[in-house]
C-alpha cells in the first residue's frame, strides 16, 4: 500500500501543491506575525545611492577634464573653472 499511497502523493497537480502550501502558509501566519527587520534601512540605501552618483559625477568631471581635456584633475573644483565650461556651452 505504501507504493499507492506514494504514487498519488506524485500524481498530485503543481496546482494542488500549491494550494496545500497556501494552506499551510495562512495556517502559519495566522499564529504568529512575521515582521521582517532590514538590515539596511530604506532611507540609508537612498542616501548611499546619492553618494555614489555624487562620487562618480565628480570622479566622471574629473577624468573629462583632466585625462580628455587638457587641465588640471583638482581645476575641476574651482568656481573659475565651471563658469568658463557653462560661459563655452551657452556660447552661439
Known amino acids: 500500500m505504501t507504493l499507492n499511497s506514494s504514487s498519488q502523493e506524485m500524481t498530485k497537480t503543481r496546482e494542488q501543491v500549491k ?3 497556501k494552506q499551510n502558509q495562512e495556517e502559519s501566519t495566522s499564529s504568529e506575525v512575521k515582521v521582517r527587520v532590514r538590515l539596511f534601512p530604506v532611507w ?3 542616501i548611499v545611492i546619492i ?3 555624487a562620487i ?3 570622479v566622471g568631471a574629473i577624468i ?3 585625462i580628455m581635456g587638457d587641465g588640471k584633475a583638482m581645476d575641476i573644483f574651482q568656481l573659475e573653472t565651471w563658469t568658463h565650461i557653462m560661459d563655452l556651452v551657452n556660447e552661439k
Open 51 to 53: 553618494l555614489c552618483m
Open 44 to 46: 540609508l540605501r537612498v
Open 56 to 58: 562618480s559625477i565628480m
Open 19 to 21: 494550494e496545500e502550501r
Open 64 to 66: 573629462g577634464y583632466s
